[in-house]
């Protein structure tokens, strides 16, 4: 049960702050840090989202990071408003019926014992359902955009689109020439009461790598258990981004440690094939995928900045 609901929560959309230890009203005064039109971000929101980003960013400064988190909590704000200016905001009653398949997926009869199993992986059920319209929020909102960019994508087997596919492809010969299959291994380990001291034994783990089998056997609370963890083989494009930049970015035998809502994930590069050179011929929908990501990433930065010049901002 643990294992299925750590595997839901790590497909999350975008990386969650989990705090290394529980922030609650004895610890942290509430306050309002910042109104973005009808949203509030508060000193909560922005301790949580600093807890991530201090193990994604161990080299920044506090007011760095500080900033970065605001920012990001003001962009979320910003999809939240945006999405339901659409009509197509996030309902109570769309989360709950996704935390009731989720529950059901579990055999998870009550939602007391749900609330259980949440807090046994460091979560409170409102940090949860928030995550999920999170989760909602951003898959809506990236929906939109791509639908937004769609008529500018050049099409496959189209004569023009063939050319400008071909001349994107030759000015980003870089993005295209790493032609690898890689075999992971997987390790989860959930936060119990001590989350400290799982991230320390996370760290131990990933520093020695010939240790990995036995993190697998002695701690992982993952389906892929069964397997000795193995996850299979894997290309580009067939992982999300964030963990694909992650784990591409190794070297065979590394570990690479990522922090989920329930627990840490531990992936290991067991094996590195390379399969020669990309061929524009054979990858051109993957060359029309990058082009797409590209130009989503600008209308995303288009929306967000006219946001920003519309709806009132006070930090």
Not at 70 to 88: C, K, M, P, V
Not at 170 to 183: D, R
Not at 231 to 253: A, C, H
């Amino acid at each position: 049960m643990v294992a299925t609901l750590l595997l839901i929560l790590s497909t999350l959309s975008a990386p969650a702050a989990t705090p290394s230890q529980p922030i609650s009203s004895k610890t942290l005064q509430e306050k309002i840090e910042a109104r973005v039109g009808k949203e509030i971000i508060t000193s909560t929101d922005i301790a949580m989202m600093l807890e991530g980003l201090r193990s994604e960013r161990p080299t920044d400064s506090a007011e760095d990071l500080r900033k970065a988190a605001l920012s990001a909590l003001i962009d979320q704000a910003l999809i939240t408003q945006y999405l339901n200016d659409q009509g197509l905001g996030i309902s109570e009653r769309d989360i709950e019926q996704r935390i009731a398949g989720i529950r059901s997926m579990n055999g998870i009869q009550t939602e007391e014992q749900f609330r259980t199993l949440l807090g046994q992986q460091g979560l409170t059920f409102d940090r949860f359902k928030a995550q999920l319209r999170r989760q909602f929020e951003q898959g809506q909102f990236m929906q939109l955009m791509r639908r937004n960019i769609e008529g500018k994508l050049p099409k496959v087997g189209d004569k023009i689109g063939q050319q400008e596919l071909l001349a994107f492809y030759k000015n980003n010969e870089s993005l295209f020439k790493s032609n690898l299959e890689i075999e992971l291994q997987e390790c989860i380990i959930p936060f119990g009461a001590k989350p400290a001291e799982t991230e320390a034994l996370a760290r131990e783990f990933q520093a020695a790598p010939a240790k990995f089998e036995a993190c697998v056997k002695q701690h992982s609370q993952s389906p892929s258990k069964a397997q000795n963890g193995i996850l299979g083989k894997f290309t580009r494009g067939m992982l999300r981004d964030d963990i694909e930049s992650r784990v591409f970015g190794l070297k065979q035998g590394d570990v690479a440690m990522i922090r989920m809502p329930g627990g840490i994930q531990l992936l290991k590069l067991k094996k590195v094939k390379d399969l020669g050179p990309n061929k524009f011929d054979d990858i051109q929908d993957r060359v029309r995928e990058r082009l797409a990501q590209q130009l989503i990433e600008k209308e995303i930065q288009n929306t967000l900045a006219e946001l920003k010049s519309k709806i009132y901002i006070k930090i």
